[in-house]
T-cell receptor, first 108, second 112 residues
Framework: EDQVTQSPEALRLQEGESSSLNCSYT??????LFWYRQDPGKGPEFLFT???AGEEKEKERLKATLTKKESFLHITAPKPEDSATYLC?????????FGKGTRLSVIA | DTEVTQTPKHLVMGMTNKKSLKCEQH?????MYWYKQKAKKPPELMFV???????INESVPSRFSPECPNSSLLNLHLHALQPEDSALYLC???????????FGPGTRLTVL
């Protein structure tokens, strides 16, 4: 069983159409949950760290939230430049455990 | 300086070659990592150095040999690779192993 599951695998949105990406995890002693953005052929870009249930972080059109079992990455009024793969990773001890990612396409 | 740099950006090598990948950070981070990433897959951890000591080796074949000359530099020495080793090799660093990791742009490796 995967410790980190991201859904959906792929998401296609019209520009301005808000949506959410999900990251569910099964680790019992979460030390941190991390969101990254990755463009094709490039290294992941760090977005957010969440440590405890109820915590929220925001950056431009992105907002990350955390519960005891899952995290959501909310994208408000996305633009074509938000198209990328979004990776979630959790840390129980070390090292990070990555989910398989959500490939987001935003169409103008 | 808030970035991780990697050289070269691209590398093509034969199965008998010896080459090295280099990674550098000047953020004062004390943990550094090598990952391998295949297309449409998440990064896969290879090695972790914590305070310049190898702390995790995820059962990586001996044809990959890491080296950490100092707290800012990380090398990955390659020898007798196989075509299936072709991938994007990512370096990352963090303040310590419990903190968020910052990734470099990667080296695209092709083994012929």
């Amino acid at each position: 069983e995967d410790q980190v599951t991201q859904s959906p695998e792929a998401l296609r949105l019209q520009e301005g159409e808000s949506s959410s990406l999900n990251c569910s995890y099964t680790v019992s002693g979460l030390r941190g949950l991390f969101w990254y953005r990755q463009d094709p052929g490039k290294g992941p870009e760090f977005l957010f760290t969440l440590y405890s249930a109820g915590e929220e972080k925001e950056k431009e059109r992105l907002k990350a939230t955390l519960t005891k079992k899952e995290s959501f990455l909310h994208i408000t009024a996305p633009k074509p430049e938000d198209s990328a793969t979004y990776l979630c990773a959790v840390q129980e001890n070390t090292p990070l455990v990555f989910g398989k990612g959500t490939r987001l396409s935003v169409i103008a | 300086d808030t970035e991780v740099t990697q050289t070269p950006k691209h590398l093509v090598m034969g199965m008998t070659n010896k080459k090295s990948l280099k990674c550098e950070q000047h953020m004062g981070h004390r943990a550094m990592y090598w990952y391998k990433q295949k297309a449409k897959k998440p990064p896969e951890l290879m090695f972790v150095y914590s305070y310049e000591k190898l702390s995790i080796n995820e059962s990586v074949p001996s044809r990959f040999s890491p080296e950490c000359p100092n707290s800012s530099l990380l090398n990955l020495h390659l020898h007798a690779l196989q075509p299936e080793d072709s991938a994007l090799y990512l370096c990352a660093s963090s303040q310590d192993p419990r903190n968020e990791q910052f990734f470099g742009p990667g080296t695209r490796l092709t083994v012929l």
